[in-house]
Structure formats: structure tokens, C-alpha cells
């Protein structure tokens, strides 16, 4: 597809199992609408997403493009922002349902499309290809459970000679430069992911970054320990300044831990960089050192607990990565059950009615 989309992640493989961040995919409250996909896997629930992607963007309609953390060739979701509509794969393991059925979301069935005696036929081989898939995600989950916990030791062992004052200061320092007074109405977060543990490894979608913001705020961190903490203080007084900012936190914390923050309004962005993600394909407008927030003489003096840490985490995520890749191997055979049983002719009709259904929405307003 188009490398001009911007990508992101809604879901993440992390140390305590599948996380969904689905939940901040569409606000029902703000006039969003939508499009929740049930359907096997095989049944064409990405290809509809991508070829709806291209048919808005050839009519210069804004697309926003969600890949799957377990096949970043695929696409979880894909959002018009301009039309306040996306479609959205709405099975496991980010199950999703209508929350306001007909008024703000819709479930669209591709199941209808399938022969079921073709699968009944191919019963025992569907199950037998389900529980292979589910077992190497679960050997993925330990192995990065594993991960996560060395990276936390790391994180406490880091953040114990953190100087926050003096990171408090360069951030209040930082944002006066960047953004008027504090007032009038708080700005709005929104919840990605820019980067995930995926069959290929760690993906992350560097030009993303470009193409949301000219000027980037490269910030070296290589123990991804203070970045995030440095990032969460920019968000903060970003959101008072009554800015909108775009939070990707990072797949092996998606809840917790910030990587990247995006501030179109001021044509501004920060990205944390290390050895797991380096960040070469970026040009920073400014490099900020993280070790600059350290007490000295904190990393020498720990630097063998720290060295063995992260090379067994190292060992680790690649067992992990390995694991998804096999989980991705017979999830393609699982598939092809499904797509010998579809008649795509129906899958085209849905199609046609599902994408007239959005263009009619606000896309052309301005």
C-alpha cells in the first residue's frame, strides 16, 4: 500500500499477554461511526480495509491505516478522521461489539459469505490449525513475559539515580518555548502505537513521524528508562496548553510507557531512540541525551547487572518473535480453509454498500 498513510498499532504482544488499545479507536460521543467486521480468518476482512483505504485516498479523503502486531502485512482497522467513520476488525483477540448499535457503531457479518459445509468438512483440521496458532502465541507470551520482567529491573535500577527535579526543569523549560499560556479548554489525548513485537521482529513506523510533524525531538535514551518519564511532562503541559497530542506508548507497556509523542499543532514530535529501536531513518531537529537526567556514576557502577539484563532480553524477544512467526505460519493455513469456502461476490456487494455508507458521511463537508 501507499507508504504516504500514516500507520499505527492498536494492539500490542506484551509480557502480560494480548493488549488492545481498541477502546480509543472511535468516539461515539464525538459523532464517530463504526464498521465492526465479524468473520473468520481468510474471510477478507483486511483486503476490504485495504482496498477502502485506497479508494478514499484516490478521492484525497485523510486515511489512517491500524496493522496487526501478529501480521503487520494486514490491517486491524482503518479510519477516515475527516468522515468520523473506520471500519475495524472486530474479532479476537481484539473482540469488539457495538456499543451503540445503529447510531454510532454496526456489525457487518462477512461469515454470511462462507459455504459452512466446506468448513464442517474441514472440521477436524480447522481445530487442530486454531489450537497449533493459540499454542505459539502462548510460548510468544511466556518468553516476553520474561522479557518484561529483566526490563523492569533494568527500569528500577535507572530511574533509582533519576534526577526528577532536573528533569522537571528542562521539561518546564522545553514547553515554554513551545506552547502559549496555559487556558481555555484542555487539549485532547489520543492513544496509538507506533511500534509492536510482531512476527518480524520489532516494527516501528518511522515515517509516521514525518508525516504528522517537520521537526523532530530525537531522544536518546538507551536503557528506556527516562525517556517516557520525560515525555509524560511534555504531554502534560502540551494537553494544559490546550494542544491535542497523539500518545504511542510502547508494546512492551502499553499502558504505562510512552515512546513517542505527537503535536501536529505545533509541527512537533518526540521519539525515544535506543538499540531496539534506533531511529536512523530520522533526521532530529534536536537530540536530547537522557543520561544528562542521571546521578553520576549511577550506570558505571551497575553496569554489569544492567549488561547481562539486556542481553538475555535480547535472547528472549528473539525466542518470542520466533514463536509469532510460527503462531503466523499456521495461522495462514487456518486460513485457507476459509477463503476455499467464500463466495467474494458477496463479500464485493458488502463492500460497495459499506463504502457508499461512508462516503456519504461528512468526508466532503469541506
Given at each position: 500500500m501507499d507508504a504516504s498513510y500514516p500507520r499505527f498499532f492498536l494492539g500490542a504482544n506484551a509480557p502480560g499477554g494480548f493488549v488492545s488499545r481498541f477502546d480509543?479507536?472511535?468516539?461515539?460521543?464525538?459523532?464517530?461511526?463504526?464498521?465492526?467486521?465479524?468473520?473468520?480468518?481468510?474471510?477478507?476482512?483486511?483486503?476490504?480495509?485495504?482496498?477502502?483505504?485506497?479508494?478514499?485516498?484516490c478521492a484525497n479523503i485523510p486515511v489512517e491505516l491500524i496493522h496487526c502486531s501478529s501480521d503487520p502485512d494486514s490491517l486491524d482497522a482503518v479510519i477516515f478522521p475527516r468522515c468520523k467513520a473506520c471500519i475495524v476488525d472486530g474479532t479476537a483477540p481484539h473482540t469488539l461489539d457495538p456499543r451503540y448499535p445503529g447510531v454510532a457503531d454496526a456489525i457487518v457479518n462477512l461469515g454470511e459469505c462462507w459455504d459452512g459445509a466446506q468448513l464442517e468438512a474441514a472440521r477436524t483440521q480447522i481445530i487442530q490449525a486454531s489450537e497449533k496458532t493459540s499454542g505459539y502465541h502462548q510460548r510468544a507470551q511466556?518468553?516476553?513475559?520474561?522479557?518484561?520482567?529483566?526490563?523492569?529491573?533494568?527500569?528500577?535500577?535507572?530511574?533509582?539515580?533519576?534526577?526528577?527535579?532536573?528533569?522537571?526543569?528542562?521539561?518546564?523549560?522545553?514547553?515554554?518555548?513551545?506552547?502559549?499560556?496555559?487556558?481555555?479548554?484542555?487539549?485532547?489525548e489520543t492513544v496509538r502505537l507506533i511500534s509492536a513485537v510482531t512476527p518480524e521482529g520489532i516494527v516501528y513506523y518511522e515515517d509516521t513521524l514525518k508525516q504528522f510533524c517537520d521537526y523532530i525531538y530525537v531522544i536518546e535514551d538507551e536503557f528506556d528508562s527516562m525517556g517516557s518519564v520525560l515525555l509524560e511532562q511534555i504531554r502534560d503541559k502540551a494537553l494544559l496548553a490546550g494542544a491535542d497530542v497523539i500518545?504511542?506508548?510502547?508494546?512492551?507497556?502499553?499502558?504505562?510507557?510512552?515512546?513517542?509523542?505527537?503535536?501536529?499543532?505545533?509541527?512537533?514530535?518526540?521519539?525515544?531512540?535506543?538499540?531496539?529501536?534506533?531511529?536512523?531513518?530520522?533526521?532530529?531537529?534536536?537530540?536530547?541525551?537522557?543520561?544528562?537526567?542521571?546521578?553520576?556514576?549511577?550506570?558505571?557502577?551497575?553496569?554489569?547487572?544492567?549488561?547481562?539484563?539486556?542481553?538475555?532480553?535480547?535472547?528472549?524477544?528473539?525466542?518470542?518473535?520466533?514463536?509469532?512467526?510460527?503462531?503466523?505460519?499456521?495461522?495462514?493455513?487456518?486460513?485457507?480453509?476459509?477463503?476455499?469456502?467464500?463466495?467474494?461476490?458477496?463479500?464485493?456487494?458488502?463492500?460497495?454498500?459499506?463504502?457508499?455508507?461512508?462516503?456519504?458521511?461528512?468526508?466532503?463537508?469541506?
Open positions: 480509543h479507536l472511535y468516539s461515539p460521543q464525538e459523532g464517530w461511526f463504526a464498521y465492526i467486521l465479524k468473520g473468520g480468518p481468510g474471510t477478507g476482512k483486511s483486503s476490504l480495509m485495504k482496498r477502502a483505504a485506497e479508494e478514499a485516498h511466556r518468553y516476553l513475559a520474561a522479557c518484561g520482567a529483566l526490563q523492569d529491573d533494568c527500569h528500577r535500577m535507572i530511574r533509582a539515580g533519576l534526577d526528577l527535579d532536573k528533569l522537571q526543569r528542562f521539561a518546564a523549560n522545553l514547553c515554554k518555548r513551545l506552547f502559549s499560556k496555559a487556558g481555555g479548554a484542555p487539549g485532547r500518545s504511542c506508548y510502547c508494546p512492551m507497556s502499553p499502558l504505562k510507557r510512552i515512546e513517542a509523542l505527537i503535536i501536529p499543532s505545533i509541527n512537533f514530535a518526540f521519539a525515544v531512540a535506543n538499540s531496539w529501536h534506533p531511529l536512523s531513518g530520522i533526521t532530529p531537529y534536536r537530540r536530547i541525551h537522557a543520561r544528562r537526567f542521571l546521578k553520576a556514576g549511577l550506570v558505571s557502577a551497575r553496569r554489569q547487572k544492567l549488561g547481562f539484563n539486556r542481553r538475555i532480553s535480547r535472547a528472549l524477544l528473539a525466542e518470542a518473535v520466533t514463536n509469532l512467526r510460527l503462531a503466523k505460519e499456521t495461522h495462514d493455513e487456518l486460513e485457507a480453509f476459509y477463503e476455499r469456502s467464500m463466495d467474494y461476490s458477496k463479500v464485493d456487494a458488502i463492500y460497495d454498500s459499506l463504502i457508499a455508507d461512508i462516503f456519504r458521511r461528512s468526508c466532503f463537508s469541506d
